[in-house]
Nanobody, 122 residues
């Protein structure tokens, strides 16, 4: 079992950047795929980005391609979401999720963090 803690959220102006971190407990972080999801008020949770456990294959939602980058540091038990050129519509609670031996695609995550708020002002 893995426990996930997100950090790095906050308030930023449109066009700015933030880096979110997802730190996991345990010694088997390198066997988990990591995904980032977000949920805006009144909307369903949506997939943002994912990275596989093995080769580090990455996947992105169309809305964030070219602006967001997902990465992982297995030695630090941490995954990151670098968010550049932020827009007001990126405002949401961002969650990281993990799945053992997962592909990093947008489905199939069994472990979730508590979320971190990202607010982008116009």
């Amino acid at each position: 079992q893995v426990q996930l803690v997100e950090s790095g959220g906050g308030l930023v102006q449109a066009g700015g950047s933030l880096r979110l971190s997802c730190t996991a407990s345990g010694r088997t972080f390198n066997t988990y795929a990591i995904g980032w999801f977000r949920q805006a008020p009144g909307k369903e949770r949506e997939f943002v980005a994912g990275i596989s456990w093995s080769r580090g294959s990455t996947y992105y939602a169309d809305a964030v391609k070219g602006r967001f980058t997902i990465s992982r540091d297995n030695a630090m038990n941490t995954a990151y979401l670098q968010m550049n050129s932020l827009k007001p519509e990126d405002t949401a609670v961002y969650y990281c999720a993990a799945e053992p031996y997962g592909s990093g695609s947008k489905v199939g995550y069994g472990y979730w963090g508590q979320g971190t708020q990202v607010t982008v002002s116009s």
